[in-house]
């Protein structure tokens, strides 16, 4: 690996040489980016870009600019285009070492402003060719994570490689991929979008209000994003601010919340939501779980001011959870283990399932949370229902201790009583209501019949919901398990 970068002295095979120096910080680059670079030999590497960068920011290998603009591209822009993606890359690797290399942040931002000198366009003919080539280096350097985590390095390359990535996206969205000589490039600006892409993905966010589970922007912004799970942010006080929450610093506080991976697209709906850089200030932090697990990700910090008497203390979190008294977990044992089919009784509509139409809650907001929970009674299969092929469905033994595999969801007390109702409360059928504890000082419920039901077999299709549920649910459980249990 190159550990020095220094200027060629002109030769009979100067090309050759130029083309070679190009080559060998390259593979600096590819190093860092695929990280397998030595520390001690890139900080060596950096020491030398911050020691022989001109006044300009550039890192040229020719000693004046005043040659053709083919020559200039090629031995000014693009040796400063790969210096500038190295350095990147390492602030991002390793931010404590860069920290520690003097000169490294100043140099770092005279880089960038540098590299928006053409605005990435390669010479003549060649434009897109070259846009595309400085875009392809600048994504080895993780550019997207870069001036999304770091705008403020330098406001003006971030603008130019959002505008950058505008054009790319609309060029191959309306066919606008040839250049000036017919050559169509839209193979490699694909190509090149995807590269730039993979930065867009997997950004985690951790959201401690309306966005969690349940709550009123859930679905809208991150029903299709992916659930990490439950983590604390440390350092932080949650305040009550009405209809949404806000967390601004605190010594020794701390915040319950969830953590979600999300795309770029994603993340600029979220700042339009949460007023990004004025209600609230996007910042990257540190969250925790309970398997001592650390994740970074950003969170929206509130940005005005809050009065003390609407903080939430830590042992009534989660947000929108303050008046437990209106919460209920209720805990399932038959088809409800399986989510999909929970949510019919909540939302209403036809039931896939069975092909029956429910009427669904007055409340239709969806349950905060669901966690897998045994209940200490077994489960048989008693009456006949209609629903379900006329055969038997799920009750609890109440007389007898026993274990039945459940899931309980979080949800208000008018969501359980229009549920129960659609359960069915007739004498034949879940009358009766059994107190099961409590989790998080909330109170479990679930229901059954009083009298042990006559036994029926169940339907085929009953079953497989049920064994679905209890897969989604347990997920660690073995299929001959699941069917042993099902079958006892």
Known sequence: MLNKFQRPEECAHYARVLDGCVIQMKEVLDKLSNGTADLNQAKD??????????????????????????????????????????????????????????????????????????????????????????????????????????????????????????????????DKTKGDRGVDYKTD?????????????????????????????????????????????????????????????????????????????????????????????????????DSNEIQEAYTYIYNQDVSRKAKISYENQPWGLMKRSDYVWYASYGSNLLYERFITYIKGGDCKFNGVKYSGCRDKSLPKDSRPITIPYNMYYGNKSSSWGNGGVSFLDIDVKGQALGRMYLINRNQLEDISSQEGRGENWYNHSVKLGEQDGIEIITITNKVKRESHKPSNAYLDVIRRGIKETYTDMEDFDVMGYLSK
């Open 45 to 174: 590497f950096i020491c030398s870009l911050i020691k022989e960068q001109d006044e300009k920011g550039f890192w040229a290998l020719l000693p004046s600019p005043k040659v053709d603009s083919d020559i200039r591209v090629l031995y000014w822009y693009e040796p400063t285009y790969i210096a500038t993606a190295v350095m990147m890359k390492f602030y991002m690797q390793h931010k404590k070492e860069s920290k520690s290399i003097e000169g490294f942040d100043n140099a770092l931002k005279m880089g960038l402003v540098a590299s928006t000198g053409r605005g990435l366009k390669g010479h003549g003919h060649d434009d897109i060719e070259g846009r595309l080539s400085a875009l392809q280096i600048f994504s080895k350097g993780g550019v997207m994570k870069f001036v999304r985590n770091y705008p403020e390095m330098s406001p003006e390359f971030s603008r130019m490689i959002e505008a950058i990535t505008n054009w790319l996206e609309g060029a191959i969205k309306t």
């Open 189 to 289: 600006m694909v190509k090149t979008l995807e590269l730039l892409k993979t930065d867009n993905k997997g950004i985690k966010v951790f959201v401690y209000g309306t966005l969690m589970k349940g709550n009123s922007n859930y679905e809208s912004f991150l029903g299709d994003a992916e659930f990490i799970g439950e983590f604390v942010a440390e350092g932080f006080s949650l305040y009550d601010l009405g209809s949404y929450p806000g967390i601004i610093h605190s010594e020794s506080d701390k915040v319950k919340g969830e953590l979600y991976s999300i795309d770029n697209k994603t993340l600029k709906k979220l700042d339009r939501l949460e007023g990004e850089g004025s209600l609230y200030i996007r910042k990257l932090i540190s969250v925790g779980n």
